[in-house]
């Protein structure tokens, strides 16, 4: 059989035409996402603490509450496994009424009180948790049907709602799969959420396939591709060449405008903001004396540092705190000004200036801030040595007192107290036996944050942490810099279902309405 | 044969006792704390207590040592810290993937390298040999992460020719063969470059030699005074080389894996190291020893097949 040339033209653009066409009707439904890891560390929520592992988990898994997708603002919180809560007059008991029929990944059945009630109390053991300190204030949590779950505070937290919502300890696991699995668990976890684990391909990717039985409805992506590609300048060329759709950005106005150009691509830069301070250990000479922290703080230029990051991807900070928790306040940071600077040096005893030796990690981000940080302080007289070491052992000696400026960058669950109490908490000095990253060793708003922490009158507690943050800024215990935001780039015609303003899972969430266009 | 490859296999035991018993000691003087990795940098004193506890950190250095030796020699490795799996389990998943890559490069290396070193042996001082030992002399300083990228730029973005991902899970051979070129291709020519100079240097050694003048007296054509009696011999030197660079390449391609993102056991170990996981890196390490033994071992009965004159006793 011959086939005429006009024929064999005809039919090819025929088959072109309906490629075409069912391609227009049916969008993409498979998401590749580029982040920086090698591999995947763990994703049971108890113990999922990198940003690798946090926003997976973000997309497995769900809280009795959470914050509205694409937001991060306490205020925004809403039902998720729970339909309904209500809480005792003192705050001390909270009851949840679950929703019904909500299923577990992988035929894991129904999701009932009991793996509430298992879910919760594994999040307050240290010995199955790394959050369990963030538990501390339960007393009791009991099953009292099938869908009512009771818990009882000792005493009372800043927001309990904030404890069980849709991050680390809150998320809620299968208790038959956590028996069952063991530690398998850890890396193939079972959750409700809109995707399930799929398959780990050991240092290439992890595959979420679609939770068909998610309660909000079936998501409308069939899978997600996870791909683990630590190298920045091979991320963006995969992103470039079309091979992946999502990926994790740098913290840097160059970047976002680079993405910008690459047609059909956009960039989310959202909050939390990971506020860059340095941290200064007001115990040790000289900075045992207010005059040379507070020539320190003199001597930052927040302006330029921002201009330095690039102004979309980066912000003035406005206390000790990030900007946006619940309860942070504007302190008063102390201003730009060499002069003064110089000038308190002089008073403090050091009319030729001072060299102080820090240790910094040699992650390329945090060190090209401090290295501006250095010149900074280099024009009124203070001599900064950096010890440049790899993060690891920037973590473990900073922890040992080795540096009496720590640089930290950070960003914390958006309450108030989180973040005082882990960085400004006498029980969170380093060296102790209940340490966290109180770097600066002081204890001078101790009173504040706890009396802040169990106020039942939401006025009187941000009164409290915002006297604390005063406190703190006047006393020079860390100087603020700037703050970080997540950055992402997608493909532009990928739509999250949602505006994304802030994740706490530091990537955006991808729910039942994540789709292309 | 059997017996010369056991007693060399016998022969590096000790030898990986001592790295063994280096690397337990090392690790565990650099700063760092694997506890501190796992649960963050939001853990309580008290969480990285009993997580170190868990892990069996807190023990005495020696029961930890003999523990580990003990198991090692049981043919169990352990778990990693950080994720849990057995050691096993990990150098597998990734050994196929280094395995491809080094080979490739080996093949990739003497393809190019030995006829280039030939060539430029045969022109000696010539314009062809000031080419070619400018271009070797390129091909060792280039840095792989930047010929990695320029090749992507070239190859994936531009002609579109190969993807950026160096890795596939699809099954099929084609599609992971496809993606193999560019990595390869980055290590190869480096590789090359290596065998080129040495090949250069040996022939110009051996055309020098009086059999070499001989044969070609008695009227011996050039092609086979080259390839059958200057080659072979030249070869010695030419299979150390690669032998040893093979080694290398096998801990050293960390950099072609970053930017091609390939798994391999170069990356993995680097990431152990990262993240204090003491002991995947201690298991990697007597793997990674062991490979390097099996590799010596190949290149001594390589001598043999070249040189008749070499036996393994």
């Known amino acids: 059989m011959r086939i005429s040339r006009r024929a064999f033209t005809a039919g090819a653009a025929a088959i072109l035409a309906s490629t075409g066409a069912s391609a227009q009707q049916q969008p993409k439904k498979v998401l590749n996402v580029g982040m920086a890891a090698q591999d995947i560390g763990r994703l049971d929520p108890n113990y999922a603490t990198t940003t690798i592992d946090l926003v997976v988990v973000g997309w497995m898994f769900n809280g009795l509450v959470r914050f509205r997708p694409g937001s991060m603002n306490p205020e925004t919180i809403e039902p998720d496994l729970a339909e309904r809560w209500q809480s005792s007059p003192d705050g001390k008991t909270w009851t949840f009424q679950l929703r019904r029929g909500v299923q577990f990944h992988g035929g894991y059945g129904e999701m009932k009180a009991g793996d509430v009630v298992f879910s919760l109390l594994r999040a307050a053991d240290p010995q199955r948790s790394g959050f369990a300190a963030d538990f501390r204030a339960f007393d009791a949590v009991e099953a009292v049907d099938d869908y009512t779950v009771r818990l009882r505070l000792k005493e009372n937290v800043p927001s309990l709602l904030g404890l069980v919502t849709n991050y680390h300890g809150g998320m809620i696991v299968s208790k038959r799969a956590v028996e069952e699995r063991g530690e398998r668990f850890q890396r193939e976890p079972i959750g409700t959420g809109p995707f399930a684990y799929g398959e780990l391909r ?105 201009r330095f990051k690039g102004a979309d ?60 940080v250095q010149s900074q302080l280099r024009r009124v007289g203070i001599n900064m040595e950096m010890e440049v070491v790899e993060h690891a052992t920037f973590h473990a000696q900073i922890r040992r007192n080795l540096s009496p400026i720590v640089h930290y960058a950070a960003a914390r669950f958006p309450i108030a107290d989180t973040y005082l109490t882990q960085f400004f908490h006498s029980r969170s000095i380093v060296g102790t ?72 899972s530091l990537g955006p969430m991808i729910t039942e309405l994540t789709h292309f266009k | 044969m059997g017996r010369y490859i056991l007693k060399r296999l016998a022969a590096a035991v000790p030898t990986l006792l001592a790295v063994l018993t280096v690397v337990f000691l090392l690790v565990r003087v650099v700063p760092g704390d694997p506890a501190q990795t796992i649960l963050g940098d939001q853990a309580t004193a008290e969480a990285l207590a009993a997580l170190r506890a868990r892990l069996g950190l807190d023990r005495p250095l020696h029961v930890q040592y003999f523990e580990f030796v003990f198991a090692a020699l049981r043919g169990d490795l352990g778990n990693s810290l950080v994720s849990g799996r057995p050691i096993i389990d990990e150098v597998v ?103 080129t100079r040495v090949t250069r240097s040996a022939m110009l050694q051996v055309l020098g030699e009086d059999y070499v003048r001989t044969a070609r007296a008695k009227g011996v054509p050039r092609r086979v005074v080259v390839w059958r009696h200057a080659l072979r011999n030249a070869l010695i030197p030419v299979v150390t080389v690669i032998g040893l660079y093979l080694g290398i390449l096998i801990g050293n391609s960390v950099l072609t894996e970053i930017v091609f993102n390939r798994p391999g056991l170069g990356k993995v170990i680097v990431g152990a190291l990262n993240q204090r996981d003491y002991p995947m890196l201690q298991g990697l390490l007597v793997i990674y020893c062991f490979l390097i033994v099996v590799v010596n071992i190949a290149t001594d009965l390589t001598y043999g097949l070249i040189d008749p004159r070499v036996k393994h006793a």
């Open chain 1, 202 to 306: 050991a240092r290439q990717s992890l595959e979420l396939v679609a939770h068909e039985q998610y309660f909000r409805g079936r998501p409308k992506l069939d899978r997600i591709s996870y791909r683990f590609i630590q190298s920045d300048a091979s991320r963006d060329l995969a992103f470039q060449n079309g091979e992946i759709d999502l990926m994790l950005g740098r913290q840097e106005q160059t970047w976002a405008d680079r993405v910008k150009q690459i047609p059909n691509a956009a960039v989310d830069v959202f909050e939390p903001g990971e506020l860059s301070m340095l941290h200064i250990n007001v115990t040790q000479a000289p900075f045992n004396d207010i005059r040379v922290r507070q020539a320190v703080a003199h001597a930052i230029n927040r302006e330029e540092l921002v």
């Open chain 1, 313 to 372: 991807v980066s912000r003035m900070p406005q206390s000790v705190i990030p900007m946006g928790y619940l309860g942070s306040a504007q302190a008063p940071l102390l201003p730009f000004n060499q002069e003064r600077a110089r000038a308190l040096l002089r008073e403090a005893g050091h009319p030729n200036g001072l060299t102080v030796r820090v240790i910094h990690t040699q992650l390329p981000s945090m060190l090209a801030g401090m290295q501006v």
């Open chain 1, 433 to 504: 036996p209940t340490a966290v990253t109180n770097f600066c060793h002081t204890n001078i708003a101790d009173a504040e944050i706890d009396a802040a922490r169990v106020s039942t009158d939401a006025n009187e507690q941000r009164r409290l942490w915002g006297e604390a943050q005063r406190k703190l800024a006047e006393q020079v215990c860390a100087v603020p810099m700037y703050e970080g935001l997540q950055v992402w780039g997608r493909r532009a015609n990928l739509e999250y279902g949602h505006p994304l303003q802030g994740s706490l």
């Open chain 2, 93 to 195: 998943a990734v050994l196929p993937h280094t395995i491809d890559l080094t080979l490739a490069a080996l093949v990739i290396g003497s393809i190019f390298g030995i006829p280039l070193g030939i060539w430029a042996a045969m022109h000696r001082n010539r314009f062809i040999d000031y080419v070619t030992r400018i271009g070797s002399l390129l091909g060792l300083s280039f840095p792989v992460f930047v010929s990695g990228i320029f090749l992507l730029l070239v190859f994936a973005l531009h002609w579109r020719w190969f993807p950026v991902i160096g890795t596939s899970s699809s099954a099929d051979f084609g599609d992971r063969m496809h993606r193999l070129v560019l990595p390869a291709v980055n290590l190869g020519l480096i590789m090359a470059a290596y065998i």
